[in-house]
């Protein structure tokens, strides 16, 4: 075979495999939209986290933020599209000596075989992709056989046929045809949650001061999915068993039936940078976590509560810490509602003092057990304690305002877990000398406070202003700058603005 001959297909059999590799993922979510097919590159992306190391994938939560997830859900749809594509090469530098009418099915076949045997078990979706449903390798078989079918489309012409200036004609059109609709199709089925997840994120609909209590439509939605789990609420168990003498099976209708309790509480994830909206504040209600794990009757052996989630996972923390602590809910509503699904409908876990890592959402099960079960992000190095540390931010005025001379309200909030705040302070001189600003009293003692501050710049010009909380036990906030991976970022806020007349 002809060295040039065989290049020249495999670049051109891989252009056709991309193009039926677009086709393939544009249709993969598509199904996932309409069959409930869960989309290998949002499927991939537990394992994917699993392997990666976790000051990589701290910095890259410190730096891109809400747009992590999405450059990653991106990255796994070129990588899907490139890997088609060298299918597709190989298929077309096989076929320069294997003429078989259909021999792009058999290579389809091939791709199907390595999702359905190598890559869906990795997901967790077992054999054939089985455990998400029986209809799973039949959907899978569907979308590699269109697949099969585009790539057959690239085979060569003969030489009559190449000849034929109609033909040539055709086939040019074809390619750009159906990869403009698959592309369309996966701009509707994608973008505007990309967009919204980068451009507009909950959090970032808040303007001015913060309120005391977050409005549910901006309260801050952080997960390890690139696509949560929608859970049936009337369907919904939750089990309570391990080292207990009585396991229990609640609904959720049981559930909201026990004693209940409301506390305001405030959550704040532990990648939220210094200054950052990863931190809101809200009226929980629901049963305490150790009334529930009293009624299942603990074996003398139990030392730890392990938790699993729907979407898989996993969190524990002491049991002694959970009889000293009423605060932790199991919690069913959000201000007053049932918890909306991307804050852990029907239920969730709530542990004031700590990020929000250590509190599942979508809560299905409490295991007591006689040791440490580990967390999903504790497996990559981040701390298992995660013990809120001392923040303060300016909500007012902006990083970058050009503001104009005279009186300045400035204002934000302070936050220190279950230590309470004691003072908040803030200079205006980058540094050198702090002024004490005036705090309202918290809701609770879980919650953040208030802080605002009358300023009047001796001049214009640029001014470097920062904040700094001391806790309620008098520990002043640590004013080293560290990212947020192990435990949380510390720091003092530090903003510019700009005075002029």
Not at 167 to 194: E, K
Request: proline share 6%.
């Amino acid at each position: 075979m002809d060295a040039m001959k065989g290049r020249e297909a495999a670049i051109e059999g891989f252009g056709w495999g991309a193009l039926a590799g677009i086709v393939l993922v544009a249709l993969m979510y598509g199904a996932g939209s309409l069959l409930g097919l869960k989309p290998l590159t949002q499927a991939l992306n537990e394992p994917l986290l699993a392997v990666m190391p976790g000051f990589i994938f701290g910095f890259l939560i410190d730096t891109l933020q809400h747009a992590g997830k999405v450059v990653e859900e991106i990255g796994l749809v070129v990588a899907m599209v490139v890997a088609l594509g060298l299918l597709g090469a190989a298929w077309s530098w096989t076929a320069l000596r294997w003429r078989f009418q259909y021999s792009a099915l058999v290579f389809a076949l091939a791709g199907w075989a390595i999702v359905a045997v190598v890559l869906l078990p990795i997901t967790g979706m077992g054999f054939l992709g089985l455990s998400a449903g029986p209809t799973t390798p039949v959907i899978w078989a569907a979308l590699f056989a269109i697949y099969g079918v585009v790539l057959q489309l690239g085979g060569r012409p003969s030489a009559a046929e190449a000849t034929d200036l109609q033909r040539r004609r055709l086939l040019g059109a074809i390619p750009l045809g159906i990869g403009a609709a698959s592309l369309g199709l996966l701009g509707v089925l994608r973008v505007p949650s990309w967009y919204q997840a980068v451009a507009s994120p909950s959090e970032a609909g808040l303007t001015g001061p913060s309120p005391e209590i977050t409005p549910v439509a901006h309260f801050y939605v952080v997960s390890k999915n690139i696509s949560d789990p929608r859970v049936d609420g009337s369907a919904w168990r939750l089990n309570i068993g391990g080292l207990v003498d009585k396991p229990q099976r609640i609904s959720l209708s049981d559930l909201r039936a026990r004693p209940s309790t409301s506390e305001f509480a405030t959550l704040e994830c532990i990648s939220n940078d210094v200054g950052g909206g990863l931190m809101s504040t809200g009226s929980f209600t629901g049963v305490r976590l150790r009334d529930l794990i009293a009624t299942a009757s603990p074996s003398p052996g139990a030392t730890w509560v392990g938790f699993q989630a729907v979407d898989g996972y996993a969190e524990s923390l002491p049991l002694n810490v959970v009889n000293g602590e009423p605060s932790i809910l199991v919690a069913y509503e959000l201000n007053g509602s049932p918890l909306p699904s991307s804050h852990g409908y029907p239920a969730r876990v709530i542990i004031p003092g700590r990020y929000g890592m250590k509190g599942p959402k979508w809560l299905t099960s409490i295991n007591l057990v006689d040791h440490e079960s580990g967390g999903f992000w504790e497996a990559q190095g981040w701390d298992h304690n995660a013990f809120v540390r001392t923040t303060a931010r300016f909500d007012v005025p902006r990083d970058g305002d050009t503001i104009r001379h005279g009186a300045v309200q400035l204002a934000g909030v302070a936050f220190a877990g279950t230590r309470g705040i004691g003072m908040v302070e803030y200079s205006t001189d980058g540094g050198q000398t702090w002024a004490p600003a005036s705090f309202k009293a918290p809701l609770s003692e879980l919650t953040w406070v208030l802080w605002t501050a009358d300023w009047t710049p001796a001049g214009e010009g640029g001014f470097t202003l920062k904040v700094r909380a001391t806790d309620g036990s008098g520990a002043l906030q640590d004013a080293t700058s560290r990212m947020s991976y192990p435990a949380g970022a510390t720091g003092y806020h530090t903003i510019r603005v700009d005075v002029s007349k």
